[in-house]
């Protein structure tokens, strides 16, 4: 399903080291075309300029906000940068450090994304404004949503604002447990009117059969309706996912 087509962002687990090799090996698979960059925090990139030469596209996970994307800035060139990320971290002024990161982002240059982590909490719709306003994306932590606020209302926010976003934080199970489809399926039904509580009932975890026919129901316009929305998600075990979806009949033919 072209659902899939570069959604699949391979992001090793924090201990283990970003490799270029390995990731291109995952784009030579014959189901290679659901997998999008490699996802690297800045504290590694330390040996990654060559990763071009594989053809190999980086996202830059930034730790230091808006200082970060500017020191990020000075070396984009040297890098096959498609993208940069980072996290709104001023609890006191959301809105205050969107504006930073957006202006910091401008370095970047117009070819590079920039997500934006906007943590709910006082302020974060505003926040949220500034974000798309300045032409940035969104970025939603399905982890840290499961120990607070509901998952479907932080992801309800991005789609009111229409603004398009990439996740992080999901489980290993592509349908359980906000797994990858059971978030595609929230997400479909959030862009549809549902309540917020209805994308969480799903987000819990749908049975594969269910899933499956589900997706099989799509469109092409319903695809492109969901990814207008849904730009990525990150995934630390993409092999083991993709054999999960091809084995479920969901990557086609």
């Known amino acids: 399903m072209d659902v899939f087509r570069a959604l699949l962002h391979d992001a090793p687990d924090p201990g283990s080291s970003p490799d270029p090799t390995a990731h291109r090996a995952l784009l030579d698979r014959a189901d ?6 490699l996802v690297v925090p800045d504290e590694r990139l330390a040996g990654l300029g060559t990763a071009g030469d594989l053809g190999v596209t980086l996202s ?5 906000g808006a200082g970060g994307l500017t020191a990020l800035a000075r070396r984009a060139e040297t890098l096959p940068l498609v993208s940069a990320e980072t996290v709104l971290r001023d609890l006191d002024d959301l809105a205050g450090n969107a504006g930073r990161v957006a202006a910091a982002a401008t370095g970047l240059g117009d070819g590079v994304e920039v997500y934006v982590g906007v943590p709910a909490a006082r302020g974060a719709v505003e926040a949220v404004e500034v974000v798309e306003a300045a032409g940035l994306l969104g970025r939603v ?11 479907g209302a932080q992801l309800s926010v991005l789609v009111e ?8 934080g999901l489980g290993a199970d592509p349908f359980g447990a906000y797994g990858l489809v059971a978030l595609l399926m929230a ?5 549809d009117g549902a309540d917020p509580r209805d994308a969480d009932a799903l987000l819990g975890g749908v049975d594969e059969q269910r899933a ?5 129901a799509w469109d092409a316009a319903t695809s492109a309706r969901v990814r207008r929305r849904l730009h990525g998600v990150d995934c630390a075990d993409v092999a083991g996912t993709l054999e999960r ?9």
């Open 161 to 168: 604002a229409d603004l398009p976003f990439k996740a992080t």
């Open 141 to 151: 932590s399905l982890a840290e949503a499961r120990g607070g606020t509901g998952a």
């Open 60 to 64: 830059v996970l930034i730790g230091g």
């Open 32 to 37: 290679g075309w659901t997998v999008g960059p």
């Open 245 to 253: 979806l091809g084995a479920a009949g969901l990557l086609g033919g």
């Open 212 to 216: 499956t026919n589900a997706l099989a």
């Open 187 to 191: 997400v479909e039904a959030l862009v």
